[in-house]
């Protein structure tokens, strides 16, 4: 499959992208897993992006289509792919177009996961994340709490609190989430590609695009 999964920041993508991939073999590609790996690199991508990143503002949008120009034209995204995080504004979602375009390739839904705010921000204060790089295991101490000393059900590392789950960030990510990234929904259902599914539970959000993309 080839899908985008639109959603304010906890809505879930990242749960529902890695359980998608289970199913089918499609690459999670997450652009917040990518622009956290290089700010813990400390390459040039990460010393860019790590302020804007801490602030819970965008990176610029040239940044990112650079990352994934290159991420899409490779081997296993012909597996199909999920985006998660991405696009993210308007100038992101016309050069996806383009480059889909250009690879001959097209989307076949772009998902909004509809979730009211107070149980965003519960899920904001309550995650934890995987600090193994090529693990990144999405973990909550409600609902899905790692081992009692804080480690990694799935590879052992340490399970760790992101930079930019601070109040104030939090904060900043929702309201850019409403400027900039609130209007893709209005612009993908313009296109008839979008479904909405307004749940908290991860197996009816999956069993619903699952019957959606089956149509
Ligand atoms: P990114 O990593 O994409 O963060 P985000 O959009 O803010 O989304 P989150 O990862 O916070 O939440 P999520 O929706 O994936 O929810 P999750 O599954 O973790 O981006 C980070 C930053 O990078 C941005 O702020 C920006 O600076 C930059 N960036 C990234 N992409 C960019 C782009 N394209 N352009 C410009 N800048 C970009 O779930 C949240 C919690 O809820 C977890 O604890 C989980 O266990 C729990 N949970 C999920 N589903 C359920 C459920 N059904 N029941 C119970 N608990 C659940």
Redesign the pocket.
């Known amino acids: 499959m080839r899908i985008v999964l639109l959603?304010?920041?906890?809505?879930?993508?990242?749960?529902?992208a890695k359980l998608l991939s289970i199913f089918d073999g499609s690459v999670q590609i997450?652009?917040?897993?990518i622009?956290?790996n290089a700010v813990k690199a400390k390459t040039k991508l990460g010393n860019e992006?790590q302020g804007?990143?801490e602030r819970?503002?965008?990176?610029p949008?040239s940044l990112?289509m650079d990352i994934m120009g290159a991420r899409l034209q490779e081997p296993d995204c012909k597996k199909g792919f999920i985006l998660?995080?991405?696009?993210?504004?308007i100038p992101?979602a016309d050069a996806l177009k383009g480059l889909l375009k250009k690879l001959n390739l097209t989307l076949d839904l772009v998902v909004n996961?509809d979730v009211p705010r107070e149980v965003i921000l519960d899920?904001?204060t309550?995650?934890?994340t995987c600090s193994n790089p090529s693990c990144q295991e999405?973990?909550?101490i409600k609902?899905?709490p790692p081992t009692p000393d804080g480690k990694c059900k799935k590879c052992g590392w340490k399970v760790v609190q992101r930079d930019?789950e601070t109040e104030e960030a939090i904060g900043n990510?929702l309201v850019?989430?409403n400027e900039k990234t609130a209007p893709l929904i209005d612009y993908y259902q313009k296109e008839g590609s979008l479904k909405s599914i307004s749940s908290?539970?991860?197996e009816e959000?999956v069993a619903g695009i699952a019957k959606a993309i089956k149509k």
């Open positions: 959603g304010a920041p906890g809505a879930g993508k990242g749960t529902i997450s652009t917040g897993d622009l956290r992006a804007y990143m819970g503002e965008l990176v949008d990112i998660d995080g991405f696009p993210r504004t992101q996961l899920r904001l309550t995650r934890r999405i973990y909550n609902s899905k930019d990510r850019t989430y908290t539970s991860s959000i």
